[in-house]
């Protein structure tokens, strides 16, 4: 386990090069940032000078590795719309999407499990239908229109909930409900799909032999093999989360993370957009170690060599 | 049977009928025998006529969309079929256990051995946590799994499948069942380990006092381990005796087949008979005698008439118009 986890860790630093890199490379092909920077009417030498102050002008492996250098000191600029530095910046708005994303798997748990264990079990009924039916629907709504549709409803329409914004509970329940159904969605049909295959195995049947009750049949035996495959791919689905998660706090003025990251890409705030890809992605990469680890304690038939 | 003693188990025209969306198929249709305290009673066929839908009606396994539709299965005098969930619950894995075909898919892969077996032993037997464990660790050292202590902690992919089949048998005997139903428990492993888990299954039957139900093809294994043995075919039993007259004197004409089947020491290979034809599919049975199309000896009447079940000599129940000697039941 140790020496798996080892490993794993040391497989990340060549997964690290390329991530720096793309970002990077990235960046390098959006074009000149000095037209942004200047106003519009500077001279062709002001533009000349500041290229040369920033070694834009410098071969581009010479500027890669430059760019390497001050990201091990943590350096990834500094921001010229908010006049700070680039990866405090970014740091500083991940509670509040850490807090989005816990909230919405919340949703998605709560929803998914019930209803995908429900949907099995009355397989076929008109019950398992409405949940499938419901499931694809889920799945097909963007974001972005769930969430004005919401906002329309429960924000403007009835009042129940703040329009946008960060602070109290009930601001979170719209971006949450935003952003998990989707998850929720899939991971329904992932559980219905593997409970259905699992509840015709023969470790069921001889549960059942032993004379176990109907409840605990699902919510122990097979429950615990359905969550095999559920978390495996949920893992997968985790860039789907990250992009959800730009579009969701974007749609509720969310102060996260990718609210940040869209209002830098918009405001070509180059500095900020490679801290916050490159935040990103290490967070996809911890996730993904995490649901790894997981889905290794859900079955005991893995080994770590 | 004696008049005096009631059998443990009897099964008085059990009818288990699946409603597939292509039709009804009647898998089990018409099937009774009984099993007494301590005896052993084997059941074969060829593959599809019913033993293993007859061997789950019994525990009322029968899932979707098959369903007992009729006939009684009196244990110990009570109607299982009568029974609720719930009371059917405390009878599962308690007084009657199952062993199956598959060893390597029976046991749930993500819980320990020891954990299975605890689990059985804690829905039936007032003990804590504790004492289930130490009466698992007993009934592994019982099947013979080497380092029991170790061992209650291994999932059960670590297992060959020899010791895995050990384990499903130390679950269904962990509670001390009346009845043990095998389904085939040893079609799955090596020749050597079969003969290992039979005599295992003998010796704690003894031991325990457990009657066993053993199903299989292998007329072989009844002949050793069987005091009655009961033919099915397509969904019926066309043959039962106990197992001395039954391979001296075979009336049925499948029954005959069967054992011609066999190989036998002082045979030649090219004189080993087989018996042509397939098993007609539950859902489209001939009329009349269900084996008359494979049959040699078929008679006109066979084509038309069902033939009930027998009285024939030698003690033997048989369903074929050839031994009508005494009508005993439909
Ligand atoms: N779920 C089901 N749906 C429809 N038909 C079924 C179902 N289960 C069993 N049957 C039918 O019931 C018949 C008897 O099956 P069963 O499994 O009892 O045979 P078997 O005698 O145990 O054969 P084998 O030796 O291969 O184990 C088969 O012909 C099969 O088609
Ligand atoms: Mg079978």
């Given at each position: 386990?140790k020496?798996?986890?080892i490993?794993r860790?040391?497989?990340?630093?060549?997964?690290?090069f390329?991530i720096?890199?793309?970002?990077?490379v990235l960046?390098?092909l959006?074009?000149?940032?000095v037209s942004?920077?200047?106003?519009?009417?500077a001279s062709?030498?002001?533009?000349?000078?500041?290229?040369?102050?920033?070694g834009?002008?410098?071969?581009?492996?010479?500027?890669y590795?430059?760019?390497?250098?001050?990201?091990?000191?943590?350096?990834f600029?500094?921001?010229?719309?908010?006049?700070?530095?680039?990866?405090?910046l970014v740091?500083?708005?991940?509670?509040?999407?850490?807090?989005?994303?816990?909230a919405s798997?919340?949703v998605?748990?709560?929803?998914?499990?019930?209803?995908?264990?429900f949907?099995?079990?009355k397989?076929?009924s008109?019950?398992?239908l409405?949940i499938?039916g419901?499931?694809?629907?889920?799945?097909?709504?963007?974001n972005?229109?769930?969430?004005?549709m919401l906002?329309?409803?429960?924000?403007?329409?009835?009042?129940?909930?703040?329009?946008?914004?960060?602070?109290t509970?009930?601001?979170?329940?719209?971006?949450a409900?935003?952003?998990?159904?989707?998850?929720a969605?899939e991971?329904?049909?992932?559980?219905?799909s593997?409970?259905?295959?699992?509840?015709h195995?023969?470790?069921?049947?001889?549960?059942?032999?032993?004379?176990?009750?109907d409840?605990?049949?699902?919510?122990?035996?097979?429950?615990?093999?359905?969550?095999?495959?559920?978390?495996t791919?949920t893992?997968?689905?985790?860039?789907?989360?990250?992009?959800?998660?730009?579009?969701?706090?974007?749609?509720?003025?969310w102060?996260?993370?990718?609210?940040?990251?869209?209002?830098?890409?918009?405001?070509?705030?180059?500095?900020?957009v490679?801290a916050?890809?490159?935040?990103?992605?290490?967070?996809?990469?911890?996730?993904?170690?995490?649901?790894?680890?997981?889905?290794r304690?859900?079955?005991?038939?893995?080994?770590?060599? | 049977?004696?008049?005096a003693?009631?059998?443990?188990?009897?099964?008085r025209?059990?009818?288990?009928?699946?409603?597939?969306e292509?039709?009804?198929?009647p898998?089990v249709?018409?099937?009774s025998?009984s099993?007494k305290?301590?005896?052993t009673?084997?059941?074969?066929?060829?593959?599809?006529?019913?033993?293993?839908?007859?061997?789950?009606?019994l525990?009322?396994?029968?899932?979707?969309?098959?369903?007992?539709?009729?006939?009684?299965i009196?244990?110990?005098?009570?109607d299982?079929?009568?029974?609720?969930?719930?009371?059917?619950r405390?009878?599962?894995?308690?007084?009657?256990?199952?062993i199956?075909?598959?060893?390597?898919?029976?046991?749930?892969?993500?819980?320990?051995i020891?954990?299975?077996?605890?689990e059985?032993?804690?829905?039936?037997?007032n003990?804590?946590?504790?004492?289930?464990?130490?009466k698992?660790?007993?009934?592994?050292k019982?099947?013979?799994i080497?380092?029991?202590?170790?061992?209650?902690?291994?999932?059960?992919?670590?297992?060959?499948?020899?010791?895995?089949?050990?384990v499903m048998?130390?679950i269904?005997?962990?509670?001390?069942p009346?009845?043990?139903i095998?389904?085939?428990?040893?079609?799955?492993?090596d020749?050597t380990?079969?003969?290992?888990?039979?005599?295992?299954?003998?010796?704690?039957s003894?031991?325990?006092q457990?009657?066993?139900i053993?199903?299989?093809?292998?007329?072989g294994?009844?002949?050793?381990?069987?005091?009655?043995?009961?033919?099915?075919y397509?969904?019926?039993i066309?043959?039962?005796?106990?197992?001395?007259?039954?391979?001296?004197?075979?009336k049925?004409?499948?029954?005959?087949?069967?054992?011609?089947s066999?190989?036998?020491?002082h045979?030649?290979?090219d004189?080993?008979?087989?018996?042509?034809?397939?098993v007609?599919?539950?859902?489209?049975?001939?009329?009349?005698c269900?084996?008359?199309?494979?049959?040699?000896?078929?008679?006109?009447?066979?084509r038309?008439?069902?033939?009930?079940?027998f009285?024939?000599?030698?003690?033997?129940?048989?369903?074929?118009?050839?031994?009508?000697?005494?009508?005993?039941?439909?």
């Amino acid at each position: 386990m140790k020496k798996y986890l080892i490993r794993r860790l040391l497989q990340l630093i060549p997964v690290l090069f390329i991530i720096t890199f793309v970002v990077f490379v990235l960046v390098y092909l959006a074009g000149d940032p000095v037209s942004l920077m200047l106003p519009e009417d500077a001279s062709e030498e002001d533009r000349e000078a500041l290229r040369e102050a920033l070694g834009l002008n410098e071969p581009f492996l010479y500027q890669y590795f430059h760019f390497l250098g001050d990201l091990i000191s943590g350096d990834f600029g500094t921001s010229f719309r908010y006049s700070q530095e680039a990866l405090p910046l970014v740091l500083e708005r991940l509670p509040a999407t850490f807090e989005l994303a816990a909230a919405s798997m919340l949703v998605a748990i709560v929803l998914a499990i019930p209803l995908g264990i429900f949907s099995a079990r009355k397989r076929n009924s008109f019950v398992d239908l409405f949940i499938t039916g419901g499931s694809v629907l889920g799945k097909a709504m963007p974001n972005f229109w769930l969430g004005i549709m919401l906002i329309l409803m429960l924000a403007v329409n009835y009042q129940i909930f703040p329009v946008s914004g960060r602070g109290t509970f009930v601001h979170l329940v719209l971006p949450a409900i935003t952003l998990g159904t989707g998850v929720a969605a899939e991971m329904t049909r992932l559980i219905r799909s593997s409970m259905l295959e699992i509840l015709h195995q023969d470790y069921i049947r001889t549960a059942k032999s032993k004379g176990v009750s109907d409840t605990l049949v699902i919510f122990k035996h097979a429950f615990r093999n359905s969550l095999i495959p559920v978390v495996t791919i949920t893992s997968l689905q985790i860039s789907h989360l990250v992009s959800g998660a730009l579009i969701t706090e974007t749609v509720f003025s969310w102060p996260g993370l990718g609210q940040l990251l869209v209002q830098a890409v918009n405001g070509r705030d180059m500095a900020v957009v490679q801290a916050a890809v490159f935040v990103i992605a290490i967070l996809v990469i911890v996730i993904n170690l995490i649901t790894d680890l997981v889905y290794r304690l859900l079955d005991p038939r893995i080994n770590y060599s | 049977m004696s008049e005096a003693e009631t059998p443990l188990l009897e099964v008085r025209n059990l009818q288990t009928h699946f409603f597939t969306e292509l039709g009804v198929v009647p898998s089990v249709n018409g099937v009774s025998f009984s099993v007494k305290k301590g005896e052993t009673i084997g059941i074969v066929g060829e593959s599809g006529c019913g033993k293993s839908v007859t061997s789950l009606s019994l525990l009322q396994l029968i899932s979707d969309p098959g369903k007992i539709v009729g006939g009684e299965i009196l244990f110990n005098g009570e109607d299982l079929t009568r029974l609720s969930n719930k009371q059917m619950r405390k009878i599962r894995g308690n007084k009657i256990s199952m062993i199956f075909q598959e060893p390597l898919t029976s046991l749930n892969p993500v819980f320990t051995i020891g954990s299975q077996i605890s689990e059985a032993i804690r829905l039936h037997q007032n003990v804590n946590k504790e004492e289930a464990k130490e009466k698992a660790i007993v009934m592994l050292k019982k099947v013979g799994i080497p380092r029991a202590e170790k061992h209650y902690y291994s999932f059960p992919h670590l297992l060959s499948g020899g010791m895995r089949q050990r384990v499903m048998i130390a679950i269904a005997l962990s509670c001390n069942p009346q009845l043990l139903i095998a389904d085939e428990p040893t079609t799955a492993l090596d020749v050597t380990i079969q003969a290992q888990i039979l005599l295992l299954m003998k010796q704690l039957s003894t031991e325990y006092q457990t009657s066993i139900i053993i199903i299989t093809h292998d007329l072989g294994l009844v002949a050793e381990m069987a005091d009655r043995v009961v033919v099915m075919y397509a969904g019926q039993i066309v043959e039962q005796n106990n197992v001395y007259e039954l391979f001296k004197n075979p009336k049925h004409p499948y029954t005959k087949g069967l054992l011609n089947s066999i190989p036998k020491i002082h045979q030649l290979k090219d004189q080993l008979e087989s018996i042509e034809g397939n098993v007609p599919i539950p859902s489209q049975l001939p009329a009349g005698c269900k084996f008359h199309p494979r049959c040699a000896a078929a008679l006109e009447k066979c084509r038309f008439q069902d033939p009930p079940l027998f009285q024939a000599k030698q003690g033997a129940e048989v369903r074929c118009w050839l031994h009508q000697e005494e009508v005993i039941g439909v």
